[in-house]
């Protein structure tokens, strides 16, 4: 089952659903990437540089922007979705750079962020492993990595609760909470996945839907 649905992963929003994808954010989420953005900033400084992995459309970057004077970059696979962040961070009058790019192979340079931040898109990724050494070598030593994700041994109605900030209701909520659990990973999971990179010094904290797991190079 759990090859099922990796074998669907790496794969961009595009077209109608970049859009739905955005009206559903926009709708239903921006309350919860605010206090995510709230909890980027207590660990950056004006001046750092803060890199979004699979952004969506883009408003967790743009409430952090909101809060300091950050050098702000977005990555993700989908070309629609960087688009539409563009497009919503120009509207909001903050400068952030959202580039098309594959968590695995970044174009980015050694040392270069202060800060990544990764939300509910890790279990989306064909090759976690990849994807870790890839945040390592481009964060600055000293730099946190932030990933929050759902965990895989969360009940079904925190699940569904998720689904249904989405502004997924009724029925399709516990479905669509099943699929994105399925594609989770459990804590002994990340820490296997961990052990295999160059990060030594890390936490995973429990959260309502899974963990906040905080990397330090």
């Given at each position: 089952m759990m090859r099922f649905f990796r074998g669907y992963q790496d794969l961009g929003i595009e077209g109608a659903q970049a859009k739905m994808y955005d009206e559903m954010t926009r709708q239903h989420r921006v309350g919860e990437?605010?206090?995510?953005?709230?909890?980027?900033?207590?660990?950056i400084?004006?001046?750092?540089?803060?890199?979004?992995?699979?952004?969506?459309?883009?408003?967790?970057?743009i409430e952090l922007s909101k809060l300091g004077k950050y050098k702000i970059t977005g990555?993700?696979?989908?070309?629609?979705?960087?688009?539409?962040?563009?497009?919503?961070?120009?509207?909001?009058?903050?400068?952030?750079?959202?580039?098309?790019?594959?968590?695995?192979?970044?174009?980015?340079?050694?040392?270069?962020?202060?800060?990544?931040?990764?939300?509910?898109?890790?279990?989306?990724?064909?090759?976690?492993?990849?994807?870790?050494?890839?945040?390592?070598?481009?964060?600055?030593p000293g730099g946190t990595a932030l990933i929050m994700d759902l965990n895989r041994n969360a009940s079904m109605k925190v699940t569904k609760t998720v689904a249904e900030n989405m502004g997924i209701k009724g029925i399709k909520a516990y479905i669509a909470g099943a699929i994105q659990k399925q594609g989770a990973y459990t804590r002994k999971e990340f820490e296997t996945f961990i052990s295999q990179t160059e990060f030594k010094k890390f936490v995973i904290k429990d959260t309502d839907i899974g963990f906040s797991i905080y990397l330090n190079k």
């Open positions: 990437m605010k206090r995510q953005a709230n909890e980027v900033a207590k660990h400084k004006d001046g750092d540089s803060v890199l979004e992995i699979a952004p969506g459309a883009g408003y967790l970057s990555i993700d696979i989908s070309k629609d979705l960087v688009e539409i962040a563009s497009r919503n961070a120009k509207e909001a009058g903050v400068d952030i750079d959202f580039q098309q790019g594959n968590v695995s192979n970044m174009p980015f340079h050694e040392n270069e962020f202060n800060f990544i931040i990764c939300v509910l898109a890790f279990k989306n990724f064909k090759e976690p492993l990849k994807a870790l050494e890839e945040m390592h070598r481009v964060l600055k």
